[in-house]
Nanobody
Framework: QVQLVESGGGLVRPGGSLRLSCVASTAIFGIVPMAWYRQAPGKERELVALITSTSNTNYADSVKGRFTISRDNGKNMVYLQMNSLKPEDTAVYYC????????WGQGTRVTVSS
């Protein structure tokens, strides 16, 4: 059973930055694509960024140019650097495969507020 553990969330002012981290307990991490999702209060979970095993990336239009996804296959880690944060980025952020095939972790809460 793959375990996903997210960290790095917090309270930040508009325009600020945060870096989220996720560790995945799977031996095949290096060959699977990974993604970051978020779920805002009262809304459905949405995919915001994904990265292939060869580090090609894709982003939701709402975060393009502000967020950067990266990975370290040696550490089974995927990261999300979030810059120029906006109040509408407030959500619980999760990592998983792009198909959401694994059990969801607890997520990490990001609150953007002045």
């Amino acid at each position: 059973q793959v375990q996903l553990v997210e960290s790095g969330g917090g309270l930040v002012r508009p325009g600020g930055s945060l870096r989220l981290s996720c560790v995945a307990s799977t031996a095949i991490f290096g060959i699977v694509p990974m993604a970051w999702y978020r779920q805002a209060p009262g809304k459905e979970r949405e995919l915001v960024a994904l990265i292939t095993s060869t580090s090609n990336t894709n982003y939701a239009d709402s975060v393009k140019g502000r967020f950067t996804i990266s990975r370290d296959n040696g550490k089974n880690m995927v990261y999300l650097q979030m810059n120029s944060l906006k109040p509408e980025d407030t959500a619980v952020y999760y990592c998983n495969s792009p198909s959401g095939q694994w059990s969801w972790g607890q997520g990490t809460r990001v609150t953007v507020s002045s």
